[in-house]
């Protein structure tokens, strides 16, 4: 089992950065794969990017391909998501997933294929 928290979110202006964090706690992070999610106000839920297990495999929404980079650093039992050029339309609660999952090549995209989720962090970004 393992437990997730985000941190790094804000209210930041059209074409800034932010950076992401998924810290997991258990001694096992580099079994799961893991995930971004995001939910605007009156939105579902969806898909942003997402990384295998050993980081040689990740896969990113069209909407944020090019802006945005999903990382991850076993060592560190962390995950990360790089935000770039940030547009108004990113603005959301950004949630982290994770999955034991041992494929390296495949990487999971839809939010019921995780079990583990964190809390979540704002992100805002005015025009």
């Known amino acids: 089992q393992v437990q997730l928290v985000e941190s790094g979110g804000g209210l930041v202006q059209a074409g800034d950065s932010l950076r992401l964090s998924c810290a997991a706690s258990g001694r096992t992070f580099s079994s799961y794969a893991v995930a971004w999610f995001r939910q605007a106000p009156g939105k579902e839920r969806e898909f942003v990017a997402a990384?295998?297990?050993?980081?040689?495999?990740?896969y990113l929404a069209d909407s944020v391909e090019g802006r945005f980079i999903i990382s991850r650093d076993n060592a560190k039992n962390t995950a990360y998501l790089q935000m770039n050029t940030l547009k108004p339309d990113d603005t959301a609660v950004y949630y982290c997933a994770a999955e034991r999952f041992s494929y390296s090549t495949v990487v999971l995209t839809s939010d019921s294929q995780y079990h583990y989720w964190g809390q979540g962090t704002q992100v805002t970004v005015s025009s």
């Open positions: 990384i295998s297990w050993s980081g040689g495999t990740t």
